[in-house]
């Protein structure tokens, strides 16, 4: 059974940082291509980041580029978001997804069929 679990959220401060984890169980991440997004209370899901099974290719939303780094590691069959700098706007539940092919679009969330259960991310002083 194909699962994606996240950990590694937590209460922050300002200007802190954090590195979620999205651990894939199930199947082989040198399959498939992993994206993060983000959900805060009242608004629609986010795609934040993008990386390619291979690793090579990423992306980001302007949101977060300069500040967050996407990273995978298919022999740990882990992805990884290293979040800098964070602001009290980066707050939000964060979610890793998953799909076996590759798209021109990576933001969206309805051409992802995995998720995980999501982790929540808090930054306040």
């Known amino acids: 059974q194909l699962q994606l679990v996240e950990s590694g959220g937590g209460l922050v401060q300002p200007g802190g940082s954090l590195r979620l984890s999205c651990a894939a169980s199930g199947f082989s991440l040198d399959y498939y291509d992993i994206a993060w997004f983000r959900q805060a209370p009242g608004k629609e899901r986010e795609g934040i980041s993008y990386s390619s099974s291979s690793g090579r290719n990423t992306n980001y939303a302007d949101s977060v580029k300069g500040r967050f780094t996407i990273s995978r590691d298919n022999a740990k069959n882990t992805v990884y978001l290293q979040m800098n700098s964070l602001t009290p706007e980066d707050t939000a539940v964060y979610y890793c997804?998953?799909?076996?092919?590759?798209?021109?679009?990576?933001?969206?969330?309805?051409?992802?069929?995995?998720w995980g259960q999501g982790t929540q991310v808090t930054v306040s002083s």
């Open positions: 997804a998953a799909r076996p092919f590759r798209l021109a679009i990576w933001s969206a969330a309805r051409l992802y069929g995995s």
